[in-house]
């Protein structure tokens, strides 16, 4: 990825590191061969790690979505909001591990086992970073605190909580980042919008937040009506001035077009002044497509073309296992190639490497395969119907398989 495909290409490892990315044939005359053990691939291709741009790793021992296809957002809402209300009760009820913590280290490693390097994850309190410095999978974070509700009386220990988490050192910072996350328009006040994005300023540090993942989402901030004010007011939280016309996308854009990093989660119903907005700071705004998980809420047509028509950085992500089976990165970019085959395997992979790194602000050799860089390497073998021997034209094709190499 930092360079044309190499054709009868090879990476030699030394420890964990790579030493050499290029011919096989002048790896081999810098480094005597009997020196290294030798590993002949066949004819596929070797690709850096994944970077997943997006999941919520609490989610990760939900077996299977929640509802069903196409079910309505607000609906699978309720679902997750229950889930959690019996899961916590479970908790007091026992003095085992944390079921949260449990489901952090299982989404680490299935994560890992699916050849991902660097994840965007979104963190609820209460936070324990044991549990990302403990799961052994060096999988390369940027964990974002996520925040939400509409209760002015939460707000100070809101404050102190993200303010705090955002100034700790510990774990270890090469592997580690963090960051701040206003949940979405619906759930954060504008309060409390302002005070995360006060506080993210002055850390200097990168910004996630879903927005307009739904129509009912716009409906709610443009006519303060629809699927969301019941969810609201059975969630005791409703209050008619608080969706007066004020608190508005490009509003909420243009907020988090000054942060350090701002990713966009979803952005489904963007409109193309939003999308323009996104597009003229290419420096630091990005948007995390969630494939499966777009399919599985049965929306329209992802705005995929225009943003990439605007150069805006688009990334790859799994969103969690509440709507999708797994968290596999290379499945997304199946996904993206069968729903969007005038896009080239190229474009693709950039998404789901590269892109996700830029987005969220991490070494820029994450997404790369680059010399004295930790490997983290996948190989993709080719379909059984192999009908194309340039090296990348076949890399996301339904029956194309991905097998991290550690
Ligand atoms: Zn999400």
Known sequence: ????????????????????????????????????????????????????????????????????????????????????????????????????????????????????????????????????????????????????????????????????????????????????????????????????????????????????????????????SGDFVDLLKEFGIWNPTDFNGEISIPGILNQLSKTEHALIVHGNYLNDIELDLIAAHPQNMSVAFCPRTHRFFQHSLYPLQKMLNRKINVCLGTDSRASNPDLNIFKEAQEVAASFPALSPKEILEMATINGSKALGLPSCIGTISENQTASLNYISPPANLRTHHPTDWLFEQTSQCVPLH
């Open 1 to 224: 990825m930092k360079g044309e495909p190499i054709e009868n290409g090879a990476v030699a490892v030394v420890g964990r590191d790579v030493v050499a990315v290029g011919d096989f044939k002048k790896i081999t005359r810098d480094f005597p061969i009997s020196t290294f053990d030798v590993t002949e691939l066949g004819d596929g291709t070797i690709v850096p790690g994944w970077v997943n741009a997006h999941t919520h790793l609490e989610f990760s021992d939900i077996e299977e979505p929640l509802g069903f296809p196409g079910i309505k957002f607000t609906d699978w809402i309720r679902k997750i909001v229950k889930r959690r209300i019996e899961s916590n009760r479970l908790e007091s009820d026992t003095n085992s591990v944390s079921s949260k913590s449990l489901a952090i280290r299982c989404g680490l490693l299935e994560s890992k086992q699916a050849g991902t390097w660097a994840i965007g994850e979104i963190a609820t309190a209460p936070l324990d970073l044991n549990d990302y410095s403990e799961a052994d999978c060096q999988i390369v974070t940027r964990c974002f605190f996520e925040q939400l509700g509409r209760d002015p009386s939460n707000y100070p220990t809101q404050a102190t909580e993200l303010t705090s988490f955002l100034s700790q050192t510990q774990p270890d910072h090469s592997t580690f980042f963090r960051g701040a996350s206003p949940h979405a328009p619906y759930s954060v006040s504008e309060l409390l919008f302002n005070q995360i994005q006060s506080i993210s300023l002055t850390a200097a540090t990168p910004v996630a937040m879903h927005i307009a993942e739904t129509l009912e989402e716009r409906e709610l901030l443009e006519k303060g």
